[in-house]
């Protein structure tokens, strides 16, 4: 039957991307759907840069994922040519006195030792006086630590994107952008989905529309996500010498829990010239409405983020070259959903956000795509891992998501 398909894929951004890709690869026949041309800066995806680590604080449950990922990545770059995945190391440093909690856990220096360590990945805990030794521009303080490992760094979100959806076309994947789904349901035999130019029917659905995914749940299930507006800041260095210091070889990626600071923060090494500046960013808490956030930045925000960060990299200035806002979609426990929905066995939800999805989504994609495909089990990676899929299911009987 004409506009009928094995699976449609509801949103292009990071998650759809990747499902499509993965989905194509199997040979399925897949229709991918966006209501803008992806990769864009309406969602999640966007600002130059992804942290990606293996040993991961928010529960070495992901770790399967980012692992996987890392094989696409490589596999993408091999085939395109293009540089997705950069290892240039990843410095956890917590301070000694009071900090703030990283994605919901307090001790995450120490949360992500015992991910390292159920993973067997190697790495090192640094003194403060080695922290600076090894990376002269952290100012670090007396009773500041590192966890420090050389497979964490940093990902191209956009080329990411980009890469799989060419190659999904390329492998027959239809991909229809600027083609805003408006409704979605399941009937016997089928799911409907129609868009603003016409009607499509599949076997399986898969929703990954980010921040827009509340729109697409019942009042119940909507409520246990939350999206925030999040800022990234890009600060010039004082002198095309100090940039030479925030360059990948010396400066690797970092989340910093700050002792005594109101937030965590974290960073990247510069990966264009001194003109772009080197881009940092903590987490905001502001709730947002993808359609109406406030997209442009102010003053007074610039001069808070470098006032209250700035000054752990004297090598810095307050010249914030490029400022750009982004959306979270945050579920209690920073947890991910990657679910059916409940009651309606054709209909995927992929809600991997929580501020720490994108270093998944590649694998994150081959497990939306196993479960469409009606695999019994998701297994992933080069150690293949059976996940153990209940850990991302929905949870309805949960309070709603709080701010
Ligand atoms: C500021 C910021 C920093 C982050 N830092 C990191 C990090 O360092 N490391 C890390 O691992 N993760 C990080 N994350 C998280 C990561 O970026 C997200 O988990 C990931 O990008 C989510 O991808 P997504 O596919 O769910 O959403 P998106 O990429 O936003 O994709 C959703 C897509 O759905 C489409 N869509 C929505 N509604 C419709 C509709 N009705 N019809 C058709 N299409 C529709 C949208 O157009 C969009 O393209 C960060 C996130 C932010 C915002």
Wanted: hydrophobic share 40%.
């Amino acid at each position: 039957m004409a506009n009928s398909y094995d699976v449609i894929v509801l949103g292009l951004g990071a998650m759809g991307a990747s499902a499509s890709y993965q989905l194509a690869i199997r040979g399925a026949s897949v229709l991918g759907l966006d209501r803008f041309h992806p990769p864009h800066e309406q969602g999640s995806t966007h600002g130059d840069t992804r942290i990606t680590r293996l040993a991961c604080g928010e529960g070495s449950q992901y770790t399967p994922f980012a692992e996987r990922s890392h094989e696409i990545w490589k596999s993408l770059e091999e085939k395109t040519g293009l540089a997705l995945l950069r290892q240039n190391g990843i410095l956890i440093v917590a301070g000694a006195g009071k900090i703030a909690p990283s994605h919901g856990v307090p001790k995450f220096l120490e949360a992500t030792v015992a991910s390292a360590k159920a993973w067997a990945i190697d790495h090192e805990i640094l003194e403060a006086r080695e922290i600076a030794r090894r990376f002269p521009a952290f100012d670090v303080s007396d009773g500041d630590r590192a966890y420090h490992d050389r497979l964490g760094g940093y990902l191209r979100p956009e080329a990411c994107i980009g890469a799989q959806l060419e190659e999904a076309r390329a492998l027959g994947a239809e991909l229809r952008m600027n083609e805003k789904v408006l409704s979605v349901r399941q009937e016997a035999g089928a799911v409907v989905v129609t868009t603003a130019t016409g009607t499509y029917r599949a076997a399986q659905l898969i929703v990954a529309a980010g921040p827009w995914l509340p729109r697409f749940l019942a009042p119940a299930l909507a409520r246990q996500f939350g999206v925030t507006r999040q800022v990234l800041y890009w600060f010039r260095a004082r002198s095309p010498a100090e940039h030479a210091a925030f360059s990948p070889e010396r400066f690797p990626v970092f989340i910093w829990q700050p002792s005594g600071a109101d937030g965590v923060f974290y960073g990247f090494p510069a990966v264009g010239p001194f003109e772009e500046g080197v881009k940092i960013a903590t987490e905001g808490h502001d709730v947002a409405d993808p359609e109406t956030v406030d997209r442009t930045v102010s003053p007074r925000e610039i001069e808070a983020m470098f006032g209250t960060f700035g000054r752990f990299f004297p090598g810095l200035s307050p010249d914030c070259v490029k400022a750009k806002v982004c959306l979270y979609t945050e579920v209690n426990a920073a947890r991910f959903v990657l679910d059916r929905l409940p009651g309606q066995d054709r209909i995927i939800v992929a809600s991997p956000c929580s501020g720490h999805g994108f270093k998944h989504s590649g694998g994150v994609g081959d497990a939306l795509a196993q479960m469409a495909m009606g695999e019994k089990q998701v297994v992933l990676g080069a150690g293949r891992h059976v996940v153990d899929m209940t850990q991302f299911a929905f949870r309805p009987d949960d309070p709603p998501w709080k701010a």
